[in-house]
């Protein structure tokens, strides 16, 4: 089953995270203590609603506000959307 995003919505596939080394410290922290999430992560753009206008294409790798991302679960399919507002910008090699 396919997914196609509208009104100003982009699929998106989240990126692995690179995995840091672990080190053997041991560190005793206070009760409910959680580490700090990034408020940024990178995503690769896999469809782009047609009312979009900010000129995405498929594939492209995009910085989005992580807390905007959306998970649609339908028919045992995980789809991962964000509004097009949430997008601050595209990654590019040159």
């Not at 990126?15 to 206070?30: A, D, F, G, W, Y």
Request: hydrophobic fraction near 35%.
């Amino acid at each position: 089953m396919n997914f196609y995003p509208r009104n100003r919505h982009v699929l998106v596939q989240k990126l692995e995270e690179k995995e840091e080394k672990q080190t053997t410290i041991q560190v005793l922290l206070p009760e409910g203590y959680s580490e700090k999430k990034e408020p940024y992560v990178s995503v690769l753009v896999k469809e782009v609603a047609p009312s979009c206008t900010i000129g995405l294409s498929k594939g492209d790798k995009v910085v989005v506000e992580a807390s905007m991302l959306q998970e649609i679960k339908f028919d045992e399919e995980l789809y991962i959307v964000i509004l097009e507002n949430y997008i601050y910008g595209v990654i590019s090699s040159r």
